[in-house]
C-alpha cells in the first residue's frame, strides 16, 4: 500500500557538519509535508512544512525540500549540533474526505561531539 | 505555555485488566489524534476526532480499543482487556485542522503503556 519511508534508519554526523534526512512518500495527492523531531521520551515536536506548491522553505538552520517529481522529501541541518540527535519523522497530509498525517518510520541522527 | 497533557505519563498492568488514557487538548484546538508507536510499527494512527467528532477509529482494534471526547478538554483512550501486544507508547496530538489540511500537530509527551 502507499506509504511514507525513509532511505537512512541512522545517520551519524560531526558536530559542526551538515545533515540530511531523506523521505520518500508514494501518495502523490499529498499536499502538505511536515518534519517533526523527537527526543528520547519526548513526544514529537514540530521542526518545518511545506505545501506541495513549493519545493523549499527555509528556518532557522533548515531547510526542507521538496521534489514531486520522485516524491521525495528532505531536511537539511546547518551546522550540526550535538542537541540536534533525535529520531526524525517526515509526515504527509493526506486527504480522504478528511485530512490525516501519516508518519514515515523515522531516521536516527546521531551527533558526535 | 500550551501543551497537551496527558496521563498517566506510564502504566504497567496485567494482562486482561482495564487501561484509560487521558488527554487535554490544548484550549482552541478542533482536531484530536490518537497515535501509538512502537520499535516495529513507527507511529500508527489509532483515532482522530474533529470538533468531538470521531473521524477516524480504523486504526484501532474495535473489539477491545475505545475513543471518545466527552468534552473539548478531554479525550480518553480505553483499552479493555488490555494484551501483552498493547504494550506501546500512546500519544495524543491537538491541532488547528482546516477542511484540507490536517496542519501541524501539537504532541503530548506520551503515556507509556506495559501489558505483562
Known amino acids: 500500500g502507499e506509504s511514507v519511508g525513509l532511505h537512512l534508519p541512522t545517520l551519524s554526523v560531526q558536530e559542526g557538519d551538515n545533515s540530511i534526512i531523506n523521505c520518500a512518500y508514494s501518495n502523490s495527492a499529498s499536499d502538505y509535508f511536515i518534519w517533526y523531531k523527537q527526543e528520547s521520551g519526548k513526544g514529537p515536536q514540530f521542526i518545518i512544512d511545506i505545501r506541495s506548491n513549493m519545493d523549499k522553505r527555509q528556518g532557522q538552520r533548515v531547510t526542507v525540500l521538496l521534489n514531486k517529481t520522485v516524491k521525495h522529501l528532505s531536511l537539511q541541518i546547518a551546522a550540526t549540533q550535538p542537541g540536534d540527535s533525535a529520531v526524525y519523522f517526515c509526515?504527509?497530509?493526506?486527504?480522504?474526505?478528511?485530512?490525516?498525517?501519516?508518519f514515515g518510520k523515522g531516521t536516527m541522527l546521531l551527533v558526535s561531539p | 505555555d500550551a501543551r497537551v497533557t496527558q496521563t498517566p505519563r506510564d502504566k504497567v498492568t496485567e494482562m486482561g485488566q482495564e487501561v484509560t488514557m487521558r488527554c487535554q487538548p490544548i484550549l482552541g484546538h478542533n482536531t484530536v489524534f490518537w497515535y501509538r508507536q512502537t520499535m516495529m510499527q513507527g507511529l500508527e494512527l489509532l483515532a482522530y476526532?474533529?470538533?468531538?467528532?470521531?473521524?477516524?477509529d480504523s486504526g484501532m482494534p474495535k473489539d477491545r480499543f475505545s475513543a471518545e471526547m466527552p468534552d473539548a478538554t478531554l479525550a480518553t483512550l480505553k483499552i479493555q482487556p488490555s494484551e501483552p501486544r498493547d504494550s506501546a507508547v500512546y500519544f495524543c496530538?491537538?491541532?488547528?485542522?482546516?477542511?484540507?489540511?490536517?496542519?501541524?500537530?501539537?504532541f503530548g509527551e506520551g503515556s507509556r503503556l506495559t501489558v505483562l
Open positions: 476526532f474533529r470538533n468531538r467528532a470521531p473521524l477516524d
Open positions: 509526515a504527509e497530509n493526506r486527504n480522504s474526505g478528511y485530512s490525516t498525517l501519516t
Open positions: 496530538a491537538s491541532g488547528l485542522g482546516t477542511g484540507s489540511v490536517a496542519g501541524e500537530l501539537f
